[in-house]
């Protein structure tokens, strides 16, 4: 199925993992690179985050066949085995196992109403892009992301991670709508919540987007201390 960007979102989810592999490449062609601390994970060093990714990728794979999604699949790279490689590996059999079940194959998801592949089609390529920002972010990089599937991102907050908070009680329900604007797209605002007013958040698409999952600080310039307040509790797991 086509993403938004006008590409197929297993070609997305392809490309993410291959800059992902090259991140971490760079990071075996550098002493102690890989046990960089990753800022938006404490306690997470590179390497676990790209372990963390792959087992998540195997995990959905699990979910494409029926597996119980309260177990958690414990592989990690063999002895001696470059962590690039195992990656790669592991996100290579996620896409060709999506590839095979086809968008439609039915399976279980995070929503009750999207019981099918295609919903891991999207969100794996949204996991493998943030975690691909905080890799870069490891090591003292940045990296654009595609104000378009940002805005994705965003959407996906909204109608996936948001409400599953709110389910497993983990948050409050916001006191105030939070409108999230992009300024560098003609899309209408992403509202999330469902209160009677609302506190309005401007910024690019991608920067809104790290702005929920917590990876960029505030600026003044994203809205008022209302704003700044609800960005400021949990969104997303």
């Known amino acids: 199925m086509i993403s938004p960007t006008g590409r197929p979102w297993l070609d997305e989810l392809a490309a993410a993992a291959e800059l992902f592999v090259t991140v971490l490449v760079s990071a075996e062609h550098q002493k102690g690179a890989l046990s960089s601390p990753v800022r938006a994970c404490p306690g997470w060093t590179l390497r676990d985050l790209a372990v963390h990714l792959g087992q998540t990728h195997r995990w959905t794979v699990g979910m494409l066949d029926g597996a119980d999604p309260r177990q958690r699949p414990p592989i990690r790279p063999a002895e001696g085995e470059r962590l690039s490689d195992w990656y790669y590996a592991e996100s290579e ?40 920002w905080d890799a870069h972010q490891a090591l003292g990089g940045s990296i654009d992301l595609d104000p378009i599937l940002a805005f994705d991102g965003l959407e996906e907050v909204r109608d996936v991670m948001y409400p599953r908070m709110l389910r497993a009680e983990r948050v409050e329900p916001l006191a105030q709508n939070l409108v999230l604007s992009a300024s560098d797209l003609h899309s209408e605002s992403v509202v999330i919540g469902d209160a009677e007013q ?40």
Request: aromatic share 8%.
């Open 93 to 132: 059999t996620l896409r060709k196992a999506l590839a095979v079940a086809g968008p439609d194959a039915p399976c279980w998801t995070l929503v009750k109403e999207q019981r099918t592949a295609l919903f891991w089609q999207r969100r794996q390529v949204h996991e493998t892009v943030i975690h691909l």
């Open 198 to 237: 609302s506190a309005h958040v401007q910024g690019p698409a991608a920067d809104l987007l790290l702005l929920v999952w917590q990876r960029i600080p505030w600026r003044p310039v994203f809205g008022d201390a209302a704003a700044e307040e609800l960005v400021a509790q949990s969104l997303v797991p």
